[in-house]
Nanobody
Framework: QVQLVESGGGLVQAGGSLRLSCAAS????????MGWFRQAPGKEREFVAGCSRTGYSTYYADSVKGRFTISRDNAKRTVDLQMNSLKPEDTAVYYCAADDSNLVASIPDYWGQGTQVTVSL
């Protein structure tokens, strides 16, 4: 049974930082492209950041480029999202996702349960 378990969400003031972590189990972690999505109230779920199987290639939504950094540790089976210079519009539930080929071309194979990030003024 595949499990993706996020942690690290919370409340932070604008301009602050948070680090999200996702721990994976039940899958051959290094075979999967990993990433993060988010969903704000009343909005569709959107892609935030992705990371290749090795971690050498990363890609970001324009809205977070230069502020967020995705990284993975295949030995620990974790993928992290460092979020800096947070803005109120970053407020959302953040989801970890895994796919065996491509995170954005189709719906990812697996999702975490989500973790709330709230950025206040």
């Amino acid at each position: 049974q595949v499990q993706l378990v996020e942690s690290g969400g919370g409340l932070v003031q604008a301009g602050g930082s948070l680090r999200l972590s996702c721990a994976a189990s039940g899958l051959t972690f290094s075979n999967y492209v990993m990433g993060w999505f988010r969903q704000a109230p009343g909005k569709e779920r959107e892609f935030v950041a992705g990371c290749s199987r090795t971690g050498y290639s990363t890609y970001y939504a324009d809205s977070v480029k230069g502020r967020f950094t995705i990284s993975r540790d295949n030995a620990k089976r974790t993928v992290d999202l460092q979020m800096n210079s947070l803005k109120p519009e970053d407020t959302a539930v953040y989801y970890c996702a895994a796919d065996d080929s491509n995170l954005v071309a189709s719906i990812p194979d697996y999702w975490g349960q989500g973790t709330q990030v709230t950025v206040s003024l």
